[in-house]
Nanobody, 126 residues
Framework: QEQLVESGGGLVTAGGSLRLSCSVSGLTFSRHAMAWFRQVTGKEREFVTAISRNAVTTEYADSVKDRFTISRDNAKNSVILHMSSLKPEDTAVYYC???????????????????WGQGTQVTVSS
């Protein structure tokens, strides 16, 4: 059974940093693009960043570019999101997602992803 488990969320003051991890099991991790989305209650799920299966392609939302970095370790079946210079508007539940794809495939649309984690809360205080 496919399972994505996020960890690393928490409370941080503005300007601080956090590292989120997503551990994946039950699927062939190296064949899947991975992504992070976030959602605030009452709003649509928002694309944050994605990485193709071999890390050739990375995509970032404009709102997080130059502050967030996505990486993956195919040997450990995990994807990491380093978040720095955090702002209160980064507060959300962060979700890890996976979709099978080619070397360059890293889609931004949440409807394209097949597998999702349960989410981890990130709160940035001002």
């Amino acid at each position: 059974q496919e399972q994505l488990v996020e960890s690393g969320g928490g409370l941080v003051t503005a300007g601080g940093s956090l590292r989120l991890s997503c551990s994946v099991s039950g699927l062939t991790f190296s064949r899947h693009a991975m992504a992070w989305f976030r959602q605030v209650t009452g709003k649509e799920r928002e694309f944050v960043t994605a990485i193709s299966r071999n890390a050739v392609t990375t995509e970032y939302a404009d709102s997080v570019k130059d502050r967030f970095t996505i990486s993956r370790d195919n040997a450990k079946n995990s994807v990491i999101l380093h978040m720095s210079s955090l702002k209160p508007e980064d507060t959300a539940v962060y979700y890890c997602a996976a979709v099978r794809g080619s070397d360059y495939y890293a889609p931004r649309a949440y409807a394209l992803y097949d597998y999702w984690g349960q989410g981890t809360q990130v709160t940035v205080s001002s």
